[in-house]
């Protein structure tokens, strides 16, 4: 009998003994986890309450389009630099919007003929696309006359 009371105790020390490993390899890791989870899930919430105060950028719809294009217009002429030509050469193709399953965002390219100092057309196209988070430099050629650049413009189309 005293021999079957000694096994008894070693099996459950061999038990106890499993059951730390176990819990040591197994769930204390995941123990673990869950709480940097939670970490993570209080810190995203202080986030979202807080970023209502970040600004959102802005992308215009397309009927503001024409707006943006006169203003690009006017900071040019401001700065004494004369826009001898102004055409859209072309839209975002549908294919991008099937792609982006959400809301579409579209863009136009707009090519601008300038005659000025390269100095200035520089300056005002860097600044341009500074201002405004929408318009892209895509290219610019400069001649001894002036020169011509292409922006992109991106804006969206809140019926898609």
């Known amino acids: 009998m005293a021999f079957f009371k000694n096994n008894i105790r070693a099996c459950l020390v061999a038990f106890a003994l499993l059951n730390l490993l176990e819990f ?5 890791p995941a123990y673990r986890n869950l709480e940097d989870l939670r970490k993570e899930i ?3 919430e202080t986030m979202s309450r807080t970023s209502l105060d970040i600004a959102v950028p802005k992308v215009p719809t397309r009927d ?5 294009v006169e ?4 900071n040019f002429l401001q700065a004494g630099v004369k826009v001898t030509d102004l055409k859209v050469e072309g839209f975002g193709t549908p294919e991008n919007r099937v792609i982006s399953q959400g809301a579409a965002i579209d863009y ?3 090519r601008l003929h300038l ?9 005002q196209l860097e600044a341009l696309e500074d201002s405004h988070e ?15 650049g292409l922006l992109q ?4 189309s809140p019926n898609e």
Do not use: K
């Open 115 to 123: 005659q000025g100092n390269w100095e200035t057309i520089i300056s």
């Open 64 to 68: 503001q389009f024409l707006g943006i």
């Open 108 to 110: 136009a390219l707009l």
């Open 153 to 156: 413009i991106y804006y969206y």
């Open 71 to 74: 203003g690009c217009r006017a």
């Open 24 to 28: 040591c390899i197994f769930w204390n």
């Open 42 to 44: 209080i810190y995203w």
């Open 134 to 148: 929408e318009i892209f430099i895509r290219e610019i050629m400069l001649d001894p006359e002036g020169g011509e």
